[in-house]
């Protein structure tokens, strides 16, 4: 009898929207109370700031809390069950990770034409911070993750347009296709010219963006998700450059 292939670890984002979530649902945080400050919550679970605020993210986009800017995120009820939602069984093979780049697309073209519009010079800053650590973390030796969401999500931010946050935040990390389909380990030298030429397109995003030139970031966003797909169909045929 075939064994069932290993299940994949749960993500600390998704455990800890799970247990945020528990709470809200078994009413341990009550609809209109304030969730306890962003340090508190990191020093309970031991996890860092941006699992914090991906997780609040996507407690947001299920509206089960909301921010307000200056005074602190709330609750709100039990969310709606019935909201847009990719599990991570979903994204098991090849297929299924295409398919999410193929959804990025068609949404993350347009929201980069609107942040070249709309942003602003706070947008710009976290934009560049989240590149800055993408280099940091491939020169310690780390496949950069999170800084690679954090830039994508910033842009959708930058369109001023919750909406595209939202739906950012729902997708999370995992929509990074390497979170999915590669291995944690050491980085190869090999492997880091690749994530380096991957934050190559980055750059070329931001610059567009930071110009205020909607058509360029537009074409530049459509090049570095269509380069993403072409990578995950070469990596599959055995060439991972």
Same mark, same amino acid.
């Given at each position: 009898?075939?064994?069932?292939?290993?299940?994949?670890?749960?993500?600390?984002?998704?455990?800890?929207?799970?247990?945020?979530?528990?709470?809200?649902?078994?009413?341990?945080?009550?609809?209109?109370?304030?969730?306890?400050?962003?340090?508190?919550?990191?020093?309970?679970?031991?996890?860092?700031?941006?699992?914090?605020?991906?997780?609040?993210?996507?407690?947001?986009?299920?509206?089960?809390?909301?921010?307000?800017?200056?005074?602190?995120?709330?609750?709100?009820?039990?969310?709606?069950?019935?909201?847009?939602?990719?599990?991570?069984?979903?994204?098991?093979?090849?297929?299924?990770?295409?398919?999410?780049?193929?959804?990025?697309?068609?949404?993350?073209?347009?929201? +980069? /034409?609107? %942040? $070249?519009? @709309?942003?602003?010079?706070? !947008?710009?800053?976290?934009? *560049?911070?989240?590149?800055? &650590?993408?280099?940091?973390?491939?020169?310690?030796?780390?496949?950069?993750?999170?800084?690679?969401?954090?830039?994508?999500?910033?842009?959708?931010?930058?369109?001023?347009?919750?909406?595209?946050?939202?739906?950012?935040?729902?997708?999370?990390?995992?929509?990074?296709?390497?979170?999915?389909?590669?291995?944690?380990?050491?980085?190869?030298?090999?492997?880091?010219?690749?994530?380096?030429?991957?934050?190559?397109?980055?750059?070329?995003?931001?610059?567009?963006?930071?110009?205020?030139?909607?058509? +360029? /970031?537009? %074409? $530049?966003? @459509?090049?570095?998700?269509? !380069?993403?797909?072409?990578? *995950?169909?070469?990596?599959? &045929?055995?060439?991972?450059?």
């Amino acid at each position: 009898m075939l064994s069932s292939p290993p299940r994949r670890p749960r993500s600390l984002t998704a455990d800890l929207v799970q247990a945020l979530g528990d709470r809200i649902r078994d009413g341990s945080l009550q609809a209109g109370t304030k969730l306890p400050p962003e340090g508190a919550i990191m020093e309970e679970f031991g996890v860092s700031r941006t699992v914090v605020r991906e997780a609040i993210s996507r407690l947001q986009a299920a509206a089960m809390v909301e921010t307000r800017h200056g005074i602190g995120t709330f609750v709100l009820g039990h969310g709606d069950g019935s909201a847009f939602r990719i599990a991570p069984a979903q994204l098991a093979t090849l297929n299924d990770v295409i398919g999410v780049l193929e959804l990025r697309m068609a949404v993350e073209t347009e929201s +980069a /034409a609107l %942040a $070249a519009v @709309r942003r602003t010079p706070t !947008n710009l800053a976290a934009l *560049r911070s989240a590149l800055d &650590a993408f280099a940091g973390a491939v020169a310690e030796g780390r496949d950069a993750v999170g800084p690679d969401y954090q830039f994508h999500l910033e842009i959708a931010r930058s369109t001023q347009n919750a909406h595209y946050a939202g739906l950012m935040a729902t997708l999370g990390g995992s929509m990074i296709p390497r979170a999915r389909l590669e291995k944690a380990e050491p980085l190869t030298e090999e492997r880091a010219d690749y994530l380096r030429r991957v934050n190559v397109e980055h750059e070329s995003i931001l610059a567009a963006i930071e110009r205020q030139d909607p058509e +360029a /970031a537009r %074409a $530049a966003m @459509r090049t570095h998700l269509a !380069n993403s797909k072409e990578r *995950r169909q070469r990596a599959a &045929a055995g060439n991972t450059r």
